[in-house]
Nanobody, 122 residues
């Protein structure tokens, strides 16, 4: 069955960096849209970044553009989110999410990981 397992969260000071990982299994990893989505009690769910099938395009929310990088290692079936220059407002639970495998189905969020907490604090 499909499994998404995140890791790499933690406590970091403002301006610091973290790299989140999402180990995927149970589906052909490279043929699906993959996302990072974060959640806070104040803002609810916020889409952060996306990577298309075959890695042809990537997208970022304006709030993280230029600071975060989404990448995929197909050999390891792992999705990454490199987060640099972290800010207080990046504090959230980060989820790895599987989408569909076509443009039309790209927002069919059908599987979510368990989430990993990122806390930016001095």
């Amino acid at each position: 069955q499909v499994q998404l397992v995140e890791s790499g969260g933690g406590l970091v000071q403002p301006g610091g960096s973290l790299r989140l990982s999402c180990a995927a299994s149970g589906f052909t990893f490279t043929t699906y849209w993959m996302y990072w989505v974060r959640q806070t009690p104040e803002k609810g769910l916020e889409w952060v970044s996306a990577r298309s099938p075959s890695d042809s395009v990537t997208y970022y929310a304006n709030s993280v553009k230029g600071r975060f990088t989404i990448s995929r290692d197909s050999a390891k079936n792992t999705l990454y989110l490199q987060m640099n220059r972290l800010k207080f407002e990046d504090t959230a639970v980060y989820y790895c999410v599987k989408g569909g495998n076509t443009w039309q189905a790209r927002y069919d969020y059908d599987y979510w990981g368990q989430g990993t907490q990122v806390t930016v604090s001095s």
